[in-house]
């Protein structure tokens, strides 16, 4: 496949990935929240935007993390760029998902009133499920399936890397884990098998280590190791390595430790995720294309 129709495909997954999860903090941690000033900051640094001083209200980050197109971690530049780089790699883009990404393009407001922006950040996440739909219903498993699939598992380990080792979660407050869970779209799932809301230690173990849950920093991250191995060339090796041994530290984490390792695992599994990017961006994805 084309280093320049992989990069392609690659962000199209991310920024599919990035809608989702950024209108999911949106919603939880401002819309129906009740956020301190200094929450914003560490909202920004969550989903990638840098923190301003001082920390922006609610109106103000929301305005900049929905509906900025010049802001590189907003839901309006993710929806930008997966519609321009579907359209780059449109042959071998499916009709349906180009179709997809467009009318999102198409009808992604320019303005938001605040008693609307639930409704809003709802849209998103369904215009999201809806692209994600269509490639996981449709797309043969092959190398586009692939680096669509990369870039929505780095996409997705990183941001709940990110949270995970955040000011947004307090690591004794059960509270804090149950937003946390919520945010990442596992609320319900999480309480399955349980007469009670989960604890502190339950709600972080289910958050790091289920195995089974599609949104959990172990399986997203070991999908992404998958996809590296059947796609990730040997140029960004020393990359992929630091992200497996990244990995190999959460592997070793038991559930009782969970919520007090947590930081301590993720942040080296975002830095390592984000050197993988990197990497792809800089060795792989804009690499010439070799003379005829």
Do not use: Q
């Not at 997809?100 to 992604?108: E, G, I, K, P």
């Not at 849209?123 to 399936?145: H, K, M, T």
């Not at 996809?227 to 070793?252: K, M, N, Q, W, Y």
Request: charged share 25%; aromatic share 4%; glycine share 6%.
């Amino acid at each position: 496949m084309l280093s320049r129709l992989a990069g392609s495909v690659f962000r199209v997954g991310s920024a599919v990935e990035r809608t989702d999860f950024v209108a999911r903090l949106l919603d939880v941690y401002l819309v129906r929240g009740d956020p301190e000033p200094d929450a914003t900051n560490a909202l920004r640094v969550v989903v990638g935007a840098a923190p301003t001083d001082p920390p922006g209200d609610r109106t103000a980050t929301l305005d900049a993390l929905a509906l900025d197109r010049h802001e590189p971690a907003s839901i309006a530049h993710a929806v930008a760029v997966a519609r321009d780089d579907a359209r780059r790699a449109r042959e071998v883009v499916s009709t349906e998902l180009w179709d997809c990404l467009d009318v999102t393009r198409s009808r992604m407001p320019r303005k938001v009133a605040v008693d609307r922006a639930h409704e809003f950040l709802g849209w998103a996440r369904e215009r999201s499920a809806l692209a994600i739909g269509v490639v996981e219903g449709d797309v043969s498993r092959d190398e586009v399936w692939e680096f669509f699939s990369l870039g929505r598992a780095l996409a997705r380990c990183t941001v709940t890397a990110r949270l995970l080792a955040s000011d947004l979660v307090e690591r004794a407050s059960a509270a804090s884990w149950s937003t946390a869970l919520r945010a990442c779209g596992v609320g319900e799932a999480s309480r399955r098998g349980l007469d009670h809301a989960p604890d502190s230690d339950e709600a972080a173990a289910f958050l790091l280590l289920d195995e089974h849950s599609p949104r959990s920093l172990r399986f997203v991250a070991r999908r992404a190791d998958a996809c590296l191995t059947d796609v990730g060339p040997s140029c960004i090796g020393d990359e992929v390595a630091a992200f497996r041994a990244a990995l190999d530290r959460l592997e070793a984490v038991g559930a009782a430790e969970a919520a007090v390792l947590a930081a301590a695992v993720a942040v080296p599994l975002a830095t390592a995720a984000e050197r993988v990017v990197a990497a792809l961006d800089a060795r792989v994805f804009a690499a010439p294309a070799p003379a005829a």
